[in-house]
């Protein structure tokens, strides 16, 4: 619910929630299908609090989050901040434009494309927040200043000295390959059908195996795959690369402003019936030969050579320098700062616990955000019109009749809150859990306002965002009629 107009944002009234249930057999072990399974018994579960939460309320969040950088040299969070991102929001809104107007002229094109518009519009989002609270914190002014800090300090202590001045060495060599992979990756593979051909061009051999493995490929290619927006896309993309990218980092053989003309004009990878006769033939010398000759192919071929061979080695290389040189940096931070200033590790995709609060916000001047979204919200933002507010007619009727059961509270179901727990990519999914360890809400999101906080953390409007475990259970008992699930949970008033 919201789509991506309410994504990263709050209020957010989405009731983002997956529920499995696991069967067993009888003796509570993995069995083959039986009607006679059972509902698997786990050694451990969470309680669930039904009293739940109010501002000021502690919380913690328990999960796997990708990774943050809160140590960054201040010209790695420049680059991001000033050429990185801007460049990346600009190739995604070229996509987004192409793919909304194809997608607002026919309800099969928005239902083709919207899992790719979302993927797409997801990150882009995020990056103009991130580049936003950059500038309003002013993260690389204040990096800088500490780097003089830190090389004043480290004068006399051989081991620091000049550290700072070799990372923005580092740096500086390392921009022109970060800005031809972000151009590889945004441009050049966000072109459907040079991917498309590349799960071909890859295929190291024709097995059996293999080619039943294309063929299904090629099946979820094709349901959802409209060649004029891709050639459209491609035009756009392709004229931004050709103007961004330096020569050096492009392939000699490949015309920019020629290649969509000659790809899309001669590949049989835009056309289903030629890839099911080239993957129905008998021959694999022949299949081979024709994968090897395609417009498309060809194409991917020379991209991905480049890359292979002009930017992703250095860029690897130069990366390495830069991890090792910050097992320094961060020595001599803490050395440093050891009496004024508490480090906490990077989060790295491995077990991590936030804790925070549940806390409203300003997110401009006169205006403070409440940290609970109720179901009045939903409601108001209910409009059958519109696909991605379309409320479902049996929750219409439970709240015309209001008829929420146990679940209400004060005259309406909360359905979202927001906390100050620093949470970033990964934590998805992560159970949300109050001071007495049960189970308050599931992690989805964080504030748009906040979205700088893998580089930046700022306690007055880094949020992440909640659905609140109430209205996942109202929704299961009311509006899905599984109730009896229910009777497998534990609770807490």
């Not at 580089?455 to 659905?467: H, K």
Request: glycine share 8%; with cysteine; proline share 5%.
């Amino acid at each position: 619910f919201g789509g991506d107009t309410d994504n990263w944002m709050w209020p957010r009234h989405t009731g983002d929630f997956s529920i499995f249930r696991v069967y067993a057999g009888k003796d509570n072990k993995p069995a083959p299908y039986s009607p006679d399974n059972v509902p698997y018994v786990p050694k451990k579960s969470f309680t669930i609090s039904l009293k739940g939460i109010e501002e000021g309320d502690f919380t913690f969040v328990y999960g796997f989050p990708g990774r943050t950088y809160q140590y960054l040299h201040s010209e790695a969070v420049r680059y991001i901040q000033e050429k990185g991102d801007p460049h990346k929001v600009n190739l995604r809104t070229i996509r987004l434009g192409i793919m909304n107007r194809a997608m607002a002229a026919d309800p099969a094109v928005r239902i083709q494309y919207a899992a790719k518009n979302a993927s797409v519009s997801n990150a882009w989002k995020k990056w103009q927040g991130e580049m936003k609270g950059l500038e309003r914190l002013g993260t690389v002014g204040k990096k800088q200043a500490f780097e003089k800090r830190f090389e004043t300090w480290a004068a006399d202590k051989p081991e620091y000295a000049g550290t700072t001045e070799q990372l923005a060495a580092l740096y500086d060599s390392l921009e022109p390959y970060a800005f031809a992979r972000d151009y590889h990756t945004e441009a050049i593979m966000a072109i459907e059908l040079l991917k498309f051909a590349g799960t071909f061009a890859d295929a190291e051999n024709l097995k059996p195996e293999t080619l039943a493995r294309l063929r299904k490929s090629a099946a979820g290619f094709f349901k959802d795959y409209v060649p004029a927006i891709d050639r459209e896309t491609a035009d756009t993309l392709l004229a931004e690369y050709a103007r961004n990218v330096p020569a050096s980092f492009r392939p000699e053989t490949i015309d920019p402003a020629a290649l969509a003309d000659a790809v899309f004009g001669s590949s049989l990878f835009t056309d289903s019936l030629q890839v099911g006769q080239l993957l129905a033939s008998a021959d694999t010398a022949a299949i081979r030969r024709k994968i090897d000759d395609d417009s498309a192919v060809r194409a991917y071929k020379a991209f991905t050579g480049t890359y292979k061979t002009r930017i992703e080695p250095e860029y690897a290389a130069l990366n390495e320098r830069i991890d090792r040189k910050y097992r320094t940096y961060m020595r001599g931070m803490m050395e440093m700062r050891r009496s004024e200033h508490d480090f906490y590790p990077d989060a790295n995709s491995t077990l991590r616990i936030a804790y925070g609060k549940v806390d409203g916000y300003r997110p401009m001047d006169a205006v403070y955000y409440e940290p609970v979204a109720t179901l009045e919200g939903v409601m108001q933002k209910d409009n059958p019109d519109i696909y991605d507010y379309d409320v479902p007619a049996r929750l219409r009727q439970i709240y015309e009749t209001k008829d929420y059961g146990r679940w209400a509270v004060d005259g309406t179901v909360p359905v979202t809150f927001i906390a100050t727990n620093h949470t970033t990519g990964g934590n998805s999914g992560s159970p949300v859990l109050n001071a007495d360890g049960q189970l308050i809400g599931v992690n989805f999101d964080r504030c748009w306002e906040g979205t700088m906080s893998d580089l930046e953390y700022d306690p007055t409007v880094c949020r992440n965002i909640a659905l609140d475990i109430r209205y996942a259970l109202f929704l299961i008992d009311k509006v899905g009629g599984a109730g009896y699930l229910l009777d497998e949970m534990k609770f807490a008033e």
